[in-house]
């Protein structure tokens, strides 16, 4: 059989495939994997960036935020290209 019971075995309970329950994994694994990134980025750029907190940014602490950004973005990328290449 191609499914799991999600619930009691009583009639009319919901069914969901292997496929399904695959998908709805990946999706919960990518909310997790891009608000751990989200918040990993906000700490180390913030920190690095911004050295007085007010109310605005300044320009330069804009655009060191962008570039912090960019440049955490590009490590990750080469790093999951590493990954995957080493794992095949």
Same mark, same amino acid.
């Given at each position: 059989? !191609?499914?799991? #019971? #999600?619930?009691?075995?009583? /009639?009319? %309970?919901?069914?969901? @495939?292997? !496929?399904?329950?695959? !998908?709805?994994?990946?999706?919960?694994? /990518?909310? /997790?994997?891009?608000? $751990?990134?989200? $918040?990993?980025?906000?700490?180390?750029?913030?920190?690095?960036?911004?050295?007085?907190?007010? %109310? @605005?940014? #300044?320009?330069? $602490?804009?655009?060191?935020? %962008?570039?912090?950004?960019?440049?955490?973005? $590009?490590?990750?990328?080469?790093?999951?290209? /590493?990954?995957? %290449?080493? @794992?095949?």
């Amino acid at each position: 059989m !191609d499914s799991f #019971s #999600s619930g009691s075995t009583g /009639a009319g %309970s919901p069914q969901i @495939s292997t !496929d399904e329950l695959m !998908d709805q994994m990946k999706v919960q694994f /990518a909310q /997790a994997y891009a608000q $751990e990134f989200l $918040e990993t980025v906000r700490g180390k750029c913030f920190d690095k960036c911004i050295t007085k907190p007010g %109310s @605005s940014l #300044s320009g330069s $602490e804009s655009s060191c935020i %962008s570039r912090c950004v960019d440049r955490y973005i $590009e490590a990750t990328g080469i790093v999951g290209k /590493a990954l995957f %290449s080493a @794992s095949r």
